[in-house]
């Protein structure tokens, strides 16, 4: 019951509602000794703050972290990480008209189907500010990977129509994704999105994307089969943040029109097998299983659920946001035909902050993963 734990060993609560006193979460399962500052938290939640640029709401936040418990002198302490973010924003007003009316695209008429009345003022906890949560606990993840030398990086690979390119060669540039306000790697791409978004916006619209993510460093053997597979894990992690519709792991859709001979990844040799040595650290290979590197990666990373080795690939494509400034019909609470038009602030397109919250999801998993690892094999 309830839905808002994450995670087996690494645990992950968020709490919180959109116009309540605050949000936050509890990391439950952090190893001690962790270096962790609020400011490592901080940073996180800047880059999935709202109030910047036309394409964002303009509600805005400080989202100032408070860390509660679980750290001392710098150093988690193996003891819950509790967190809080104070909300100081609030325009419940503004949600006034949507008590007795069910919102399109919105969770309001689902919602009360489950249990029976929601709070109306800003989606209350089906509002994507719970999200704060998930990224200041994805952000401690992400402070146990750093120390284990994984990277996890996510862009804007589409938005409003407008496609980001998908190699350094047609103009990919790694350097691009933190100097745009949609945090796709071309400043081309971005500003061609813009200029739709711009467009929608006027028309009182709003725009769909994709986000995707590469991780590296990644040790090979992460995974739980037969029911936890490492992929199975990241698309219910990722499909468990607002608006995200679809998930894909390497050649993703495309590999339902390939051909073995085509989609195989194949195995490349080390030059000097004797020599071998696991870098990635953890977890360490068997005796006798060698270090493998491929061809290709169409695989996105994973093979039979479990981590290869080879950088970790996916994307996860995210619907428009649902509030547009444009009446739409809708029903009442008594079952009623009604009309809407939704007030408040909100995106139009949700790219710039979802790919901070797909990198936290994806952090929380695998640091999960890491810490089962350690329980799968006596050496």
């Keep these: ?65 408070e860390i509660l418990s679980g750290v001392y002198e710098g150093k988690t302490l193996g ?67 750093a120390s284990r030398g994984i990277e996890i990086k996510a862009w804007t690979s589409s938005a409003a129509g407008v496609d980001a390119p998908v190699s350094e060669s047609a103009g990919f540039d790694w350097n691009e ?32 994307c994709s986000i995707s993510c590469a991780v590296r460093n990644l040790p090979p053997g992460l995974g739980e089969p037969v029911f ?10 990722m499909l468990s943040l607002m608006a995200a519709k679809a998930v894909e792991f390497g050649a993703g859709f495309a590999a339902a029109r390939a051909c073995g001979s085509e989609l195989n990844d194949i195995f490349i040799p080390p030059a000097d097998p004797a020599a071998v040595v696991n870098t990635t650290g953890e977890p360490p290979l068997p005796p006798g299983v060698p270090l493998a590197s491929f061809r290709t990666n169409n695989a996105g990373g994973i093979l039979g659920g479990i981590s290869t080795g080879a950088e970790l690939r996916f994307t996860v494509a995210f619907k428009p946001i ?19 038009l939704v007030q408040g602030r909100h995106d139009v ?4 902050r979802a790919v901070p919250m797909v990198e936290a999801m994806c952090a929380l998993v695998l640091a999960d993963f890491i810490l089962l690892q350690r329980t799968a094999r006596i050496s």
């Design 1 to 65: 019951m309830g839905g808002n734990t994450f995670g087996t060993l690494f645990r992950v609560t968020t709490f919180g509602e959109s116009h309540g006193a605050g949000v936050g979460c509890v990391v439950d399962g952090c190893p001690a000794g962790l270096p962790l500052s609020a400011e490592d938290i901080n940073r996180e939640l800047i880059r999935r703050r709202p109030g910047s640029g036309s394409v964002s709401t303009t509600r805005s936040e400080t989202d100032k972290p």
């Design 79 to 145: 003891t819950p990480i509790a967190i809080l973010v104070r909300n100081e924003n609030q325009h419940s007003e503004d949600y006034n008209n949507l008590k007795d009316v069910y919102r399109p695209g919105h969770a309001d008429w689902t919602w009360e189907a489950k249990y029976g009345f929601r709070d109306h003022r800003g989606g209350g906890r089906s509002s994507a500010r719970e999200t704060i949560g998930r990224v200041a606990a994805g952000a401690v993840a992400r402070v146990f990977l």
């Design 177 to 208: 994704i933190e100097n745009n306000p949609l945090h796709m790697p071309s400043r081309a791409a971005s500003d061609s999105a813009m200029e739709k978004i711009e467009n929608l916006k006027a028309m009182k619209d709003t725009a769909g």
């Design 228 to 237: 936890d597979k490492l992929d199975a894990r990241l698309a219910g992690a």
């Design 322 to 340: 649902s509030s547009i400034g444009k009446p739409q019909e809708t029903i009442n609470r008594r079952g009623e035909k009604a009309e809407l």
């Design 349 to 352: 397109c949700v790219a710039p």
